[in-house]
């Protein structure tokens, strides 16, 4: 009886304290419409719209208290087609410069071998962050980066990409 109350423990245990990356897959369904040209005939689509909300790559404070931060991490890349995209880890740099304390977050993009699903968009990561800020620090910027791996040569998309980054006062 008592290792069933063990077990039963154990998942709640390990869900405190993690902050875990979450991602989450950005499917989409097909709607059908139609539309008059100006000739008058009618014309028959189809469009893809996304199921869930697309999240805009951003930093988030939760909460700031004393010499504690806690913020949130969001963003999302784009897959679909003869090219994947899949969100490997969130990779946390540390930088301090005189009284500035820069926290560099570079979301690492790796490309596997295969095709997507066709109902696949792309998919949304979210991260939640803590970190004790040190004394004597007046300033802090928090970047969020997106770093592509192993990508193909002909892609438009840069390498490295800073994309979104946000300033506060320190303690």
Do not use: W
Request: glycine residues 8%.
């Amino acid at each position: 009886m008592k290792l069933l109350y063990i077990l039963l423990l154990l998942p709640i245990m390990n869900c405190f304290g993690q902050n875990k990356l979450k991602v989450e897959t950005i499917l989409t369904k097909y709607i059908s419409a139609c539309k008059q040209t100006e000739k008058g005939a009618y014309v028959r689509y189809r469009q893809r719209v996304p199921i869930i909300d697309i999240l805009e790559p951003q930093i988030n404070i939760v909460h700031q208290k004393g010499t504690e931060l806690k913020y949130q991490l969001q963003g999302n890349i784009s897959s679909g087609g003869m090219s994947i995209s899949q969100v490997k880890t969130i990779r946390l740099e540390k930088e301090i410069i005189e009284n500035q304390l820069i926290l560099k977050h570079i979301v690492m993009v790796k490309h596997p071998p295969g095709k997507e699903g066709n109902n696949v968009m792309g998919y949304n990561y979210t991260k939640e962050e803590k970190f004790k800020i040190p004394n004597g620090i007046k300033v802090i910027k928090i970047e969020l980066h997106e770093e592509r791996l192993n990508q193909r040569t002909g892609s438009r998309i840069p390498k490295e990409r800073l994309l979104s980054e946000k300033t506060i006062s320190g303690s």
